[in-house]
């Protein structure tokens, strides 16, 4: 993309919502970050993560979440505000997934409603990292209304989909800056075939404001509580996406 | 028997103590209700505490508990009755409300508790039901009164009147010194105590915090803006005042007082010491207000304080605004959802893993070194373990396949067991049995926790 499109770019955003060019903090994984619009997942935007269409237990999609927001407490070095109705993020499970648990302020709230209440009061406090929510549903009001404070406080917001029940209608759309789709997939290397070896999910990203979607695996590295390198791939095994099939504008695929 | 009147039922000539017949008798269409004391005392306790809107020091009269003598209240408005136009204005507000709730109320107000008692009782009538004696009047408006305005037993007054003292003032020529030996002391200590020679103290219905603000509005209120601008007001008063003491508040409780003659009470806390208006008044939610039908009177007060000097609150130790923003962030949480339920994880030495990880602040984190690590262990831990049906090969292997939720799982890979063993050092009832810990990961790679106790199966936890 010229230098020039990019400056235009930033002009426009900066008249739509009032605030300068957006900052990002990279993944870490070349291969996604050369994905996403400015080399990373963009700050003070909303992100939705939710599990797979006919997945019951969201252990992969709250495991992406998190995953997607420690490079976010590490760069800021501010706690994570974590709101839900059960609040049972296992301490010594996110430390052995190499992250701090120290840096996750739970609460824990009543319903939908309240979590979404207390997840904007956390996006109007300057001293967080960043927002992340579970909710079973979510209106294109109540998601609008979280874009929005993310954007005009600067605070990134997560949301992540968590489903008590089945889906009984169609998703309404989003209005998310990404929204990801995570299923898991079989783990990778370990030391002995018949043991289970780093957490691996097949990640869809569904949305993304400025970039095609994509299928992505991804590995992530327990020792050191990031994503792994070597194993970041494309997923080419779901067929190519339209996104390739029309070229999009040079934009290089990984 | 009767053991309360009306007024009307007062002018046929009945009165306490008479026999029901005897009145149905007389007044062939007397309107009778059963007594109730305990609901009385609970109707009385519940007007003092309404009381609470013109003077915190408000308490149920324990010598006129009696329903015929006329149940009492007694209010300290030292100090107060500025707030309210002057000690007249106060009275006369207080009984035209008293008279709009229903209750045939007589008062007055005096130097001491003693003398405002028998003026009350004694001094007032159907055209004057409120009175204000001036300060160092008590004496003079005293002594027309009957000795029964001392609160006299009724044996006291009858040996009284037996020797012809029909009025205080008559008490009042006899030398003092004489009185305790004739008429035993309950006369001279009721007397003393009425023209304030000896101190009474009001024991109030409840503990009254020493910081408190109180906002009085001129009409009733019931929209959130004006409640909310009045909140506003009320924490700017009360860190006023916390201010000159140098002290911050822990706990607060703000109370309304309805038009209706009912309130409310809401009490939080705060998480470490604060005196910021702006902070304290956004701990309220207006809309959690309930205004019914109408607000008159709000106060808002700092239960439990601590020590907080300005140079704190300049020259925060733990880094500035942030700091501060965070605190302010947990308190506006935990106000809406109670405190312990905004939290951060902190490690516990235990092998039991729904015990490994306890509650601590959230405000100071504990480092990642605490955490043990290498052994695996689920992102969300359940509750309650699920119980699941599971087949294994042999006695020790993990299960071959499972049904979880009515989803059947063929298990490909898994990790185990890892045997934990109840703490035996609590005496905990169904935590008997050891338990097999197994990681295992299904044909889609999806990874549970799950664990054998004895035959039975279960899944424990979910991984990422």
Known sequence: MSPSLEALRAQVRALETGVAAPRVVPLGVPVLDAWLPGGGLTLAALHQVEGARDEWDDGPAAGFCLALAAPLIAALDRPLLWVARQADLHGPGLAAMGLDPGGLILVQADGDREVLWAMEEGLRCGALAGVAGEVAELTPTAGRRLQLAAEVNGVSAFLLRRRFGPLRRAEPPSVASTRWRVAPAPSGSAPLAALPGRPRWRVELLRCRGAAPGNFLMEWDDASGRFALAAALRDRSLGPRPAEIIGSGGRRAG | ?464
């Not at chain 2, 009832?429 to 790679?445: I, K, L, N, W």
């Open chain 2, 1 to 464: 028997m009767l053991a309360a009147v009306d007024r009307a039922a007062a002018a046929a000539g009945l009165g306490p103590g008479m026999p029901l017949a005897d009145g149905r008798a007389q007044v062939p269409g007397l309107k009778t209700a059963a007594l109730t004391p305990l609901e009385d005392a609970r109707a009385l306790a519940r007007l003092a505490e309404w009381c609470g809107r013109y003077t915190p020091w408000t308490a149920v009269d324990p010598a006129g508990s009696d329903p015929g003598a006329g149940a009492g209240l007694l209010l300290d408005v030292t100090g107060c009755a500025h707030l309210f136009g002057g000690e007249a204005a106060l009275a006369a507000d207080l009984a035209a409300r008293l008279t709009g709730l229903g209750f045939a109320a007589r008062l007055a107000l005096a130097d001491t508790v003693g003398a405002a008692w028998g003026l009350a009782r004694f001094g007032c009538d159907r055209s004057t039901p409120w009175r204000v004696v001036p300060r160092g009047a008590a004496r003079a408006a005293l002594a027309p009164l009957p000795p029964a305005a001392l609160r006299l037993s009724a044996a006291g007054g009858e040996l009284l009147a037996r020797f012809g003292l029909n009025s205080v003032g008559a008490l009042y020529d006899l030398p003092p010194a004489t009185l305790e030996p004739r008429f035993g002391p309950e006369l001279a200590q009721r007397l003393r105590q009425a023209l304030g020679l000896t101190p009474e103290v009001l024991s109030p219905l409840a503990p009254v915090p020493p910081h408190v603000a109180r906002r009085v509005f001129a009409e009733p209120v019931m929209t959130a803006a004006p409640l909310a601008r009045g909140l506003e007001k009320l924490a700017g008063g009360l860190c006023r005042r916390l201010e000159s003491e140098a002290l911050g508040a822990r706990r607060l409780e703000l109370t309304v007082y309805r038009v209706d003659g009912s309130l409310r009470r809401l009490a939080l806390g705060t998480s470490r010491p604060s005196r910021d208006p702006d902070h304290l008044a956004r701990l309220f939610a207006p809309e959690d207000i309930d205004p019914g039908f109408g607000i008159e009177v709000m106060t808002l007060a700092a239960s439990v304080t601590e020590p907080l000097s300005a140079l704190q609150m300049v020259l925060n130790p733990e880094g500035g605004a942030g700091a501060q923003d965070l605190a302010g962030l947990v308190d506006r949480l935990g106000a809406r959802f109670g405190l312990g339920r905004v939290f951060r994880q902190r490690p516990v030495e235990s092998h039991l893993p729904e015990r490994a990880s306890g509650l601590a602040s959230a405000l100071d984190p504990a480092g990642p070194a605490a955490w043990r690590r290498g052994r695996p262990r689920p992102l969300r831990l359940f509750a309650h373990p699920e119980a699941i049906e599971a087949v294994a090969l042999l006695p020790d292997h993990p299960p071959a396949r499972f049904r979880w939720r009515r989803v059947r799982h063929e298990v490909v890979r898994a990790e185990g067991p890892e045997r934990i063993v109840p703490e035996w050092w609590r005496d905990d009832p169904g935590q008997a049995e050891a338990r097999d810990y197994f990681r295992v990961e299904d044909a889609a790679g999806r990874r549970y926790w799950l664990y054998r106790a004895g035959r039975r199966w279960f899944l424990h936890g979910l991984f990422a």
